[in-house]
Structures are given as C-alpha cells and as structure tokens.
C-alpha cells in the first residue's frame, strides 16, 4: 500500500488530474447540472459510492461544509488529498519530502488507506441498500 502512494505522490499525472478536478468543481453549479454524470447510476438507476462528490468539492469549494456532507459525507476526507495532489503539482519539490513523510509511517498510511477504502465500500453498499428497501432517492 506504501509503494502504490509512493507513486501516486510522485505521479505528474495524478496531480494535474487532480488540478483539473478542482477546476472543474470551481466552474460546476453546487446543485449540479440536472443531469447524471454518474456511469453507474446512468446504467442502473442506484448511486455509486462516489456519487455527488463532484458538487460536494464544488460546495467546499464555496466553503460550504454542510452542504458538503450532504451530497457526499466521503468528500471531507477525499477533498484534502485531491487539494494535496494539486498542490504538488504547483509546489514539485515538495513530492519527496511527502513520499518521505509516507515512507515514515508505513503502518499508519496502509491503516488510514484500508479505513478509506472501506468506509467508501461500505458507505455506498449502504446507499444502495437503502434506495433498494425504501424505494427512495437517498439520503446522501
């Protein structure tokens, strides 16, 4: 898990995706287009794990927390490292010394990425769980 963000830190790629990502979530109305952008609920009428999180980024953009969480609860952990990952790209000699900072605490980086990762799993399972049993849209 160290190595994958050891590379993600030092990818170029990465942090000009991410640069784009901010930029677009600048330009995106908070209450979004009024239309699915989502493949996945295109395709299947049920929400994603990652569903709203293009207005959530645009909501913190706009510094509007609650707003935020109510689009995607996910979006206060995943916009930091997205605004991370950008910065790099504005600041490139700061990447070793973030991929040292990674290398230092290999347990702690592999714990918070398995947390993350779960959480997200389990945070859209149960969207969908929930669509599917109350027949309604959901609640975040």
């Known amino acids: 898990m160290v190595e994958l963000w050891e590379q993600e830190l030092r990818s170029?790629?990465?942090?000009?995706?991410?640069?784009?990502?901010?930029?677009?979530?600048?330009?995106?109305?908070?209450?979004?287009?009024?239309?699915?952008?989502?493949?996945?609920?295109?395709?299947?009428?049920?929400?994603?794990?990652?569903?709203?999180?293009?207005?959530?980024?645009?909501h913190l953009l706009r510094g509007d927390v609650w707003g935020a969480v109510f689009y995607n609860p996910l979006s206060l952990v995943l916009?930091?490292?997205?605004?991370?990952?950008?910065?790099?790209?504005?600041?490139?000699?700061?990447?070793?010394?973030c991929v040292a900072a990674v290398r230092r605490a290999p347990r702690l980086v592999a714990g918070v990425s398995y947390v993350g990762l779960a959480s997200l799993l389990l945070y859209?399972?149960?969207?969908?769980?929930?669509?599917?049993?109350?027949?309604?849209?959901?609640m975040w």
């Open 12 to 58: 170029r790629w990465v942090s000009g995706l991410a640069v784009l990502l901010l930029l677009v979530c600048a330009v995106h109305p908070p209450q979004g287009l009024g239309i699915p952008l989502c493949a996945f609920r295109a395709a299947t009428s049920l929400p994603c794990p990652a569903c709203g999180l293009t207005r959530a980024f645009s």
């Open 79 to 97: 916009f930091p490292l997205c605004c991370l990952c950008a910065f790099l790209t504005l600041a490139p000699g700061r990447r070793e010394r």
């Open 124 to 138: 859209g399972a149960g969207r969908i769980v929930w669509v599917l049993l109350s027949g309604r849209p959901s």
